[in-house]
């Protein structure tokens, strides 16, 4: 418990600083590209397009994907919306996991503490996201899924993302620091972590309920429901199902203060295990 | 005369494996794998404020690891250590981001460093001239000669004001008439009654500026005093060290590592 409040006060501490951090993050990326950090946007606009082509149009045609009794959707706008989470989910991941080894020697001697440097990273891809977001908005209007009442649930999930995200990268920065398998190990769970998650398929219709609520026990899963629920106005979903809320809170708490506790415990020697 | 660091019985202990499977093991089970390499052992000394401390010895010897001590880079294993007030390692393009260009950079370390966008900016300035970059401030520093690279580095590094300056091998690289400002500017560190630390291989220039000299051996103090005592020594020794035949060189190498490893017990 004091390791969690330690580590989230150093967040708030530094904040001004993580915000400034994650700006030179994209940039020192994207320098050396004459397009610039516009390729953090068409990079994503092309996956979705292939995952689209390959899965909703083209060669494996889906059908309307079916919400509520008279609402159906066409695959494109459900997938998308998911895809975009996971895009960012994805990413932040797999860098936030290799933040802390790559850059222990240019910051270990710096005056602040290191359970930032994740933060920044999650943070520079929160801001991609962020972008894709309001272009997903846009797309959704176009296509004739207006604004609605529920739109109001967004800020409550466009937190609880980067929260649920940042805590999961927290705990694999300070373990594939320790373990550098472990970064190896996350890239190949994490391709599969596509296809595990309800991104390209519907969850509901699996027939064996077991392994759909399996599949529902993945963090994810909520929060890309609640995005749907949101954009199709279909309802509140923060209160749906409030045992699913206290599942996913539950689960964040737990990630936030393992990787507290284990950060704590070995930001001291991490320089070591370089 | 106020102390500015005091360090006590410190050692620093780096595990040496075999193999990979060696390694895990040393980090899951609690019986201890591997052999232990102490680059520092037992080493006391305590700088006054005001001191300029040279740090002499052979490659391998301890002055590095010492000096990221001692700048807080490197935890110790055991030992205490005691600085008053904050130290700056100045190493050879420490720390300076490739994809960035050089403004980028200044403006990258001096918040990492707790500085505001305003003191940045006025700081900015002063960087750039100093540093001699001119034009190249715009390019990204992967572009930049080793020279340049240092420039930028050591113009930093001097303007954050730190109370303690540890210079590793800083001033070996870079055209004569930088090294000659550099130097200018370490007088003036040292006009103002801070504390400095000199890694060098060159007995002249630890002649020309430091005042105390401590001279690690395995990872051992060897000697520690007044520049004039322990020079002369210092040369004494590396004559002999330069004379000796290759083999000679290669036994007391062994030896050397042979006093520095242990079988590991936790």
Known sequence: MKATIKVLKEQFKYFYLVRRLSVYELRSKNNDNYLGMAWEIINPVFQISIYWFVFGYGIRQRED???????SVPFIYWMIIGM????????????????????IKMLAKMNFPMSIIPNYVVLSRYFVFLGMFVILILVMNMSGYYVNIYYLQFPYYLLALFVFTFSLAFVMSTLSTIIRDIQMFLQSILRMGLYISPILWNVDTIANETISLVMKLNPLYYLIEGFRFSFFGIGWHIFNDPIYTVYFWSITIILFTFGSVLHLKFRRHFIDFV | MTISIEIKDLSKKYKLYQSRSERFKDLVLP???GKDFWALRHVDFRANKGDVIGFIGINGSGKSTLSNIIAGIVPESSGSIYINGQASLIAVSSGLKGDLTGRENIELKCLMLGFSMKEIKEMQQ???????LEDFIDQPVKSYSSGMKSRLGFAISVTIDPDILIIDEALSVGDKAFAEKSIEKMKEFKAQGKTMIFVSHSINQIKNFCNKVLWLEFGQVKKYGNVDDIIPEYENFIKEYKKMTKKQKSVYKRKVIENQTVRGNK
């Not at chain 2, 002063?126 to 001699?132: L, M």
């Open chain 2, 126 to 132: 002063w960087i750039i001239e100093f540093a001699e």
């Open chain 1, 65 to 71: 994907i079916p919400l509520t009794e008279n609402l």
């Open chain 1, 84 to 103: 975009i989470v996971w895009l960012f989910f994805y990413q932040s991941i797999i860098q936030g996991s290799k933040s802390i080894y790559t850059r």
């Open chain 2, 31 to 33: 019986k201890s794998y």
